[in-house]
């Protein structure tokens, strides 16, 4: 069967904890379909917002909400071993119930960066993905095993059926930018989960370059999700309704300057973008912080980067477009003024009609 189309929201873990609850029980009620937690690394800390652990948070929001489905959207293996990725996975499995619970893994080029993987050997990250995947696969289903693979080692006891555990499956996402990963995700992965910035020009290339990893593997790439991130916002108010995009967006666009140069080079051509272009946003983030780079963000930058943002209609017929180009699960890195009212707006007036669509 074809993947649901799903819409759930990319929650910055950067912000007070209260807050990420509050937004949390908003979600619920309007209907989203997931919250992704993108862990905040140290690099934000820089601009006046702390970095937390998604894998702290997620049982919280599991216990707050009802019905929204929690992702992690990602954890990256050099943080924790995969074993350890396992036991925290099942906490989060525990505390939401079935059906409840996506994992998503991924290198994380900043987190590289900032902890130094690299530096004194060399980082493999398409072995350390492929090896994640499976230890943390092969731990929760409870299985034991023995593997030493080129950048992890690990041994398992099996889990006795009378022991206490969760036993239904936890999908097992992959984040990908470049080819060679976006074809691993198409070979191993339930889903793949795209970067900020992703425009419907990239989720065509990133659909075609996963079906030929799934077509190596034997594999149906239809039966694989496909989650994308894209900056967000939305109000009556045209102007307000692009307010908060137009900030996330600077926040982003000064991230691929900064930290991430190489890696972004595709989702910044597919975008129309150049380095040059958007380095005036880098350049105003590290002078004056996110609200300096969002004016530097001009219309024609924010245009080009596709947000899902405006007035209620111009978010749905955005959507559609992301639909059409292959997106099976909108990611809505939603931002600025009372989030828990665009939620509302979201819920009332968007979600009826792209749902609607069949």
Known sequence: MPQPFRVGVMQLTMEPLDEILSHARAMDR????????????????KHSMEARSTTALSPLIAAETDRLAIGWGIISPYSRHPVQIAM???????????????????????????????????????????EAAEIIRRTLGGEG????????T???????????????????????????????????????????????????????VMAEGAARAGRDPDQID??????????????????GAREIAGMYLANKVQNIRGAADVLL???????????????????????????AVTDEILEKVKPIAGTPAECIDRIREYREAGCTHIMLEL???????????????????????G
Request: hydrophobic letters at 45%; glycine letters at 10%.
């Open 269 to 295: 051509e597919k975008a129309g973008l150049s380095f040059d272009e958007i380095a005036p946003v880098a350049e105003a983030m590290e002078r004056g912080g996110r609200l300096a780079a969002k004016e």
């Open 88 to 130: 925290e996975a099942r906490v989060t499995q525990e505390a939401a119930g079935p059906g409840r619970f996506l994992l998503g893994l991924g290198a994380s080029k900043i987190l590289m960066r900032e902890i130094g993987v690299g530096e004194r050997t060399k980082a493999r990250p398409l072995a350390a993905i492929r």
């Open 335 to 357: 931002w600025g003024d009372d989030r828990e009212r665009q939620l509302e707006l979201f819920g009332e007036e968007v979600l009826p009609a792209v749902k609607g669509d």
């Open 30 to 45: 309007a209907g989203i379909d997931t919250i992704w937690l993108a862990e905040a690394y140290p690099w934000w800390r």
């Open 226 to 243: 496909v989650g994308c991130t894209i900056v967000a916002s939305i109000d009556h108010d045209p102007a307000r309704g692009r307010d």
């Open 145 to 152: 095993f023995e593997l030493e693979g080129r950048e992890f």
């Open 154 to 208: 690990a041994r398992v006891p099996s889990l006795p059926p009378d022991a206490d555990a969760p036993r239904w499956e936890v999908p097992v996402y992959v984040a990908a930018t470049g080819p060679k990963m976006l074809a691993l995700a198409g070979e191993i992965a339930d889903g793949l989960l795209t970067a900020s910035i992703t425009t419907p020009a990239f989720v065509r290339y990133a659909r075609e």
